[in-house]
């Protein structure tokens, strides 16, 4: 059984966390929290005071940490991950961050002969707790391949994107077509208010028809179509407005510096700043209805 550090038990962190002490492995958590500290040892985790000494030691490193500021101070900082990890160490880092950064680290982590992947999820809170996550995988095949079994054990469905950064550039990429999706079923929904056409009948016909995606069918803006939608208990997250708009600000951070045109995806980012703005990034980025509701 490895020694797992695993940094960052928040929403998302502490299910996945609970999957590889379930699987018999020694978990090491790390949280600025003292509560989610708290819930990891209730669960059979153990605590350590810092990254370098949760890194010390450890087999595999797994990090799900908010940003690539987080990210950067934790494999970069002094008595980081780099610094503290012994060579031939596994790190997985499942955070949502930007590109640049995760080759950033990734180099960084060669250099010291550790093995590295950036493996970003899709899936959510419900996806980390059933253990049926997508993971997204950037690194090299010997990295991938020993990752893999690490990351079965928290997901269901494990793709390996291509070289490092890679699995990054395909979550942003995924969740600019979500972003944008959820406004289009969005303003149909709004039109078809204002037309007289009632909410379950267009869901009827356009979850049969060419404007069936996931946004309509698994995740529906509005109450009773699909019960198990945030919709249906006022908005509440799920997934937040918050994360979707930095999504969609790293996709339009990517676009520039690769010189992609997406003019959709500069439009949702735009729509989901103005909806945060408003005082609703804590709420389900389904509620954007709303805004295009002028609620
Ligand atoms: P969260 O805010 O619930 O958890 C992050 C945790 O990291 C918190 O417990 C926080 O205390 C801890 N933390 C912050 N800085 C730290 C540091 N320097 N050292 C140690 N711990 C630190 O966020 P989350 O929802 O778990 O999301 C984590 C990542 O997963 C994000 O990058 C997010 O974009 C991505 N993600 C989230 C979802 C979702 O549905 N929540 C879905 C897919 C991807």
Redesign the pocket.
């Known amino acids: 059984m490895a020694r797992i550090a695993f940094?960052?038990?928040?929403?998302?962190?502490?299910p996945m966390a609970q999957h590889l002490i379930k699987a018999g492995h020694v978990v090491i958590g790390?949280?600025?929290?003292n509560e989610?500290m708290e819930r990891l040892i209730a669960s059979g985790g153990n605590a350590a005071d810092n990254?370098g000494a949760a890194a010390t030691g450890a087999n595999i490193i797994v990090t799900?940490?908010?940003?690539g500021n987080?990210v950067r101070?934790?494999y970069l900082g002094a008595d980081g991950i780099v610094e503290r990890a012994a060579t031939g160490t596994l790190l997985i880092d499942?955070?949502?961050?930007d590109v640049a950064t995760a080759r950033e680290v990734a180099a960084a982590a060669e250099a010291k002969g550790l093995l590295m992947v950036d493996a970003?999820?899709?899936?959510?809170?419900t996806?980390?707790q059933n253990g049926t996550?997508t993971f997204m995988v950037g690194g090299e095949e010997a990295a991938f391949n020993n990752a893999k079994p690490i990351l079965d054990l928290m997901g269901k469905t494990i793709v390996h994107a291509g070289g490092p950064g890679n699995g990054q550039a395909a979550?942003i990429c995924n969740n600019m077509v979500l972003g944008i999706s959820m406004i289009a079923v969005s303003e149909a929904f709004v039109l078809a208010e204002k037309l007289g056409l009632d909410a379950q009948k267009l869901f009827d016909i356009s979850s049969k028809s060419s404007g069936q995606c996931w946004a309509m069918t698994s995740y529906c803006p509005v109450p009773g179509p699909v019960p198990t939608s945030p919709a249906n208990r006022d908005y509440q997250?799920?997934?937040?407005a918050n994360?979707m708009l930095?999504?969609l600000k790293l996709a339009q951070d990517a676009a520039k510096s690769a010189k992609a045109t997406t003019p959709l995806g500069a439009g949702a980012a735009a729509i989901y700043d103005q909806y945060v703005d408003s005082g609703e990034g804590t709420r389900d980025f389904s509620g954007i209805i709303r805004f295009l509701r002028g609620e």
């Open positions: 940094i960052g038990l928040g929403n998302m962190g502490f790390v949280d600025v929290n989610a990254v799900m940490l908010p940003s987080e101070q934790a499942s955070s949502t961050i970003p999820v899709s899936g959510g809170v996806g980390a996550l979550k997250a799920g997934f937040t994360m930095k999504d």
